[in-house]
């Protein structure tokens, strides 16, 4: 069974570009959950997906992070326009159901210059 | 405000010698505890879990961790280290049954030397 899949790796972009990382969450998963770890620093929650709906959005820092599940299935979070301050690594997570166990993926890594 | 501290950014242990990594944490009622682990390239992978009763939980890879609520803390221990459990650690709070959102710490980096 795949796991938790996540692209890009790594992006690097210039401040004031825009980047879509996108999860694939493991088959058959209603919950889907974004986090981000800001260098050295913790791992921070920024939202949490039931099917296709936003559960808990309320880790997003700003209007310009955009999440979005059609379907309920795979998952993007883009980042527009980008600011140094976005730079980390983007984990994704995802449980069958509530009080599961998280899977979570390798993470994107994104660096904006 | 609720919070995860892991006040080591690096615990340095030789193989076989017992390690601990440390977490104490900040939160009202009755916290669900957790221990990630991540292997280089690879994602955060779970360990254990505290939810209730005993204080002592056993975990994957012969970690265990103990729950002490006087001292508000979460140590991870493994009683003999082996080189294969280098890696970086996250000890993690979920508030309650109702939310699956977790709180992190900042991490420990477990550096276990031949």
């Known amino acids: 069974e795949a796991g938790v899949t996540q692209f890009p790796s790594h992006s690097v972009i210039e401040k004031g570009q825009t980047v879509t990382l996108r999860c694939d969450p493991i088959?058959?998963?209603?919950?889907l959950y974004w986090y981000r770890r800001v260098m050295g620093k913790e791992i921070k929650f920024l939202l949490h997906?039931?099917?296709?709906?936003?559960?808990?959005e309320s880790g997003m820092p700003n209007n310009r992070f955009l999440a979005e599940r059609t379907g309920g299935t795979y998952s993007t979070l883009k980042v527009q326009p980008a600011e140094l301050e976005d730079s980390g690594v983007y984990f994704c997570?995802?449980?069958?159901?509530?009080?599961?166990?998280?899977?979570f993926g390798e993470g994107s890594r994104l660096t904006v210059l | 405000a609720q919070s995860v501290a892991q006040p080591e950014d690096q615990v340095n242990v030789a193989e076989g010698n017992p390690l601990t990594v440390k977490c104490t944490y900040s939160?009202?009622?009755?916290?669900?505890l957790f221990w990630y682990v991540q292997y280089p390239n690879r994602g955060l992978q779970f360990l254990l879990k505290?939810?209730?009763?005993?204080?002592l939980v056993k975990g994957s890879y012969g970690f265990e961790a103990e729950f002490n609520k006087s001292q508000t803390s979460f140590h991870l221990k493994k009683p003999s280290a082996l080189v294969s459990d280098s890696a970086l650690y996250f000890c993690?709070?979920?508030?309650?049954?109702?939310?699956?959102?977790?709180?992190f710490g900042t991490g420990t980096r477990l550096q276990v030397f031949p």
């Open positions: 088959s058959g998963h209603d919950n």
């Open positions: 997570a995802s449980s069958q159901e509530h009080d599961r166990e998280l899977f």
């Open positions: 505290y939810i209730t009763g005993d204080n």
């Open positions: 993690a709070v979920r508030l309650d049954y109702n939310t699956d959102k977790l709180i």
């Open positions: 939160v009202s009622g009755n916290p669900y």
């Open positions: 997906f039931v099917k296709e709906s936003k559960q808990d």
